[in-house]
């Protein structure tokens, strides 16, 4: 029986997540993406805490102009300022089941160049 795209990409998702966890030392970055909005939090999977999250849907960032992956960088750099105001520097990505492709990888790029090391 054929998978259906959500399925496909959970058990891609849950393929990932064998590999990637996140500690304090260093934290993991999860990224979940919707049709309109992208979301991204950084993640203590030891304490099961979320440290720090950003969202297309944030206050600065809903109100500038341009496309789904222009904002997705904008997204990025916020996560990497937030993250560097609370002490992490080196995180893991998880891209959450998506191809490294489009708003995924401008997210990663707006991160990187916001200082965050991965």
Do not use: C
């Amino acid at each position: 029986m054929a998978l259906t795209k959500s399925q496909r990409r959970l058990r891609i998702k849950n393929r990932i997540r064998k590999i990637v966890s996140g500690t304090e030392a260093r934290p993991r970055l999860s990224v979940f993406r919707s049709n309109k909005e992208i979301y991204a939090q950084i993640v203590d999977d030891v304490t099961g805490k979320t440290i720090v999250a950003a969202s297309s849907r944030d206050k600065d960032i809903s109100s500038s102009k341009g496309n789904k992956v222009e904002i997705s960088a904008l997204v990025g750099k916020s996560i990497a300022e937030k993250a560097l105001k609370a002490g992490v520097e080196t995180i893991s990505f998880d891209r959450g089941g998506y191809l490294y492709h489009g708003r995924v990888k401008s997210l990663a790029e707006g991160a990187r160049e916001g200082g965050l090391k991965f």
